[in-house]
T-cell receptor, first 115, second 117 residues
Framework: GQQVMQIPQYQHVQEGEDFTTYCNSSTTLSNIQWYKQRPGGHPVFLIQLVKSGEVKKQKRLTFQFGEAKKNSSLHITATQTTDVGTYFCAGGGAMFSGGYNKLIFGAGTRLAVHP | NAGVMQNPRHLVRRRGQEARLRCSPVKGHSHVYWYRQLPEEGLKFMVYLQKENIIDESGMPKERFSAEFPKEGPSILRIQQVVRGDSAAYFC???????????????FGNGTRLTVT
């Protein structure tokens, strides 16, 4: 079953509003990765977080990794139409599968930005 | 620097035919993954291969589906006797190191859109 939960499934915002998507795991993760998929496109890597409590910024995007390494968030400030797409988190953890640090993708949050 | 190359981009097959999807990873990458995506849905893991070895095929249907990553040449995802339910986008990804390794993210190809008529 799904082991990395991501919410919300959809988010509609007006251009200029903020947006946040959340990712949760029932087990401790070794790392969390974020990917963006534009409509009709393929997933593109955004960032990887490894340390407990880590915060990284990329321009208007802020990524956080929880202290317990079980949750993460992606926050976009002042959305633009270019932010449209689906944002996926992917959690890594040896407990997902025996033998290697498997990467499990969340279901994704689809962001629509209205001008 | 070529990224992950997948072909064909679009593939139409009649029910009962075979579909072969090809994936050439980023040069130097020896870890390959296949994912399936239905319209407006998430990425469903199918299989993880590392040069000539299947590491994890827990997401692959037991029948009709197979994958390989030979020593030479691209990785192949093969679907025998396709059914309408196989219609989806199939994405291949590659990485330099093992999954979740530091600085070894997944690089995705453009995908193959399979339509079964």
């Amino acid at each position: 079953g799904q082991q990395v939960m991501q919410i919300p499934q959809y988010q509609h915002v007006q251009e200029g509003e903020d947006f946040t998507t959340y990712c949760n795991s029932s087990t401790t993760l070794s790392n969390i990765q974020w990917y963006k998929q534009r409509p009709g496109g393929h997933p593109v890597f955004l960032i990887q977080l490894v340390k407990s409590g880590e915060v990284k910024k990329q321009k208007r995007l802020t990524f956080q990794f929880g202290e317990a390494k079980k949750n993460s968030s992606l926050h976009i400030t002042a959305t633009q139409t270019t932010d449209v797409g689906t944002y996926f988190c992917a959690g890594g953890g040896a407990m997902f599968s025996g033998g290697y640090n498997k990467l499990i993708f969340g279901a994704g949050t689809r962001l629509a930005v209205h001008p | 620097n070529a990224g992950v190359m997948q072909n064909p981009r679009h593939l139409v097959r009649r029910r009962g035919q075979e579909a072969r999807l090809r994936c050439s990873p980023v040069k130097g990458h020896s870890h390959v993954y296949w994912y399936r995506q239905l319209p407006e849905e998430g990425l469903k893991f199918m299989v993880y291969l590392q040069k000539e070895n299947i590491i994890d095929e827990s997401g692959m249907p037991k029948e009709r589906f197979s994958a390989e990553f030979p020593k030479e040449g691209p990785s192949i995802l093969r679907i025998q006797q396709v059914v309408r339910g196989d219609s989806a986008a199939y994405f291949c990804a590659s990485s330099l190191g093992q999954p979740s390794s530091y600085n070894s993210p997944l690089h995705f190809g453009n995908g193959t859109r399979l339509t079964v008529t």
